[in-house]
């Protein structure tokens, strides 16, 4: 099942994230779902020795691999994209990419955009074994080739399709999604997920990120992590600090 396990100052999802389950991860702007993504990626990729595939739609991929460097070398992922370093920060860039070339199966696509294409992508890579879990961010962002579509018959696609996606090929896949605004000033719930019934019936899992209006302006807040749907499991909440200027998601000692 899907699960909080801390590991030092690391956190890991603990054992498994079981093949042919599909889990939808949620926030709105500012709660750090890509930093948590990838935390996972970065996690799974090194902790568990998985071959992990990570579309973004969002970002370049120097922007992601600057925040891969800064949770691995504790360095502002500001500071590595901007290639001005002193002696120290060279020295531990410099650690930190040998560790991630030796140790970590974590490959980037930014370029793809449409759903058909990710598909046909990610069974191609699965028929060499070069994927063992998939990590899309986010749903929105993806365009389809099917035209007229409402956005909820979009949305309802993309989920529907990757939900079988994961069963034919027996593998993880996690999608990034937003929540509406009225989530902004209150706790959300799959209510909040974006066309969340379509959803919410094709997700066996659903993490919701949210941050409390006192913590928004800290560097490290607090991000509540509701664990609202586990179609194995329990469900439940959690926290953990999100340390913005080291990208790193960080259990709290109990």
Do not use: H
């Not at 568990?48 to 502002?76: A, D, P, R, W």
């Not at 986010?138 to 979009?154: E, F, G, V």
């Not at 006192?214 to 490290?220: F, L, M, Q, T």
Request: aromatic share 6%.
């Amino acid at each position: 099942d899907i699960a909080q396990c801390l590991v030092g100052s690391e956190m890991c999802i603990r054992d498994r994230l079981k093949g042919s389950e599909m889990t939808i991860i949620a926030g709105r702007p500012g709660t750090g779902k890509t930093t948590f993504a990838l935390n996972l990626a970065c996690n799974i990729a090194k902790n568990k020795g998985k071959k992990v595939y990570f579309i973004c739609l969002e970002m370049s991929t120097n922007q992601l691999m600057s925040k891969v460097l800064s949770y691995e070398s504790g360095i502002n992922s500001q500071v590595i994209y901007s290639g001005n370093w002193n002696n120290n920060e060279f020295e531990n860039i410099n650690k930190a990419i040998n560790i991630i070339n030796d140790n970590y199966e974590l490959t980037f696509n930014t370029q793809l955009r449409y759903l058909e294409d990710m598909l046909y992508k990610i069974k191609k890579l699965k028929s060499k074994d070069m994927v063992d879990v998939v990590i899309v961010d986010y749903i929105s962002l993806i365009s389809t080739r099917t035209r007229n579509q409402t956005m909820r018959d979009k949305v309802t696609d993309i989920t529907r399709e990757f939900k079988l996606l994961s069963l034919e090929l027996d593998i993880p896949i996690i999608l990034l999604s937003q929540l509406n605004r009225e989530a902004q000033t209150r706790e959300p719930t799959i209510a909040d997920l974006r066309e969340s019934g379509s959803t919410e019936q094709n997700a066996d899992n659903i993490l919701l990120l949210y941050i409390n209006e006192d913590e928004k302006s800290k560097d490290s807040p607090k991000i509540v992590c509701n664990l609202a749907k586990q179609r194995s499991g329990m469900t439940g909440k959690f926290e953990l600090i999100f340390n913005k200027i080291k990208n790193r998601f960080i259990g709290i000692e109990r």
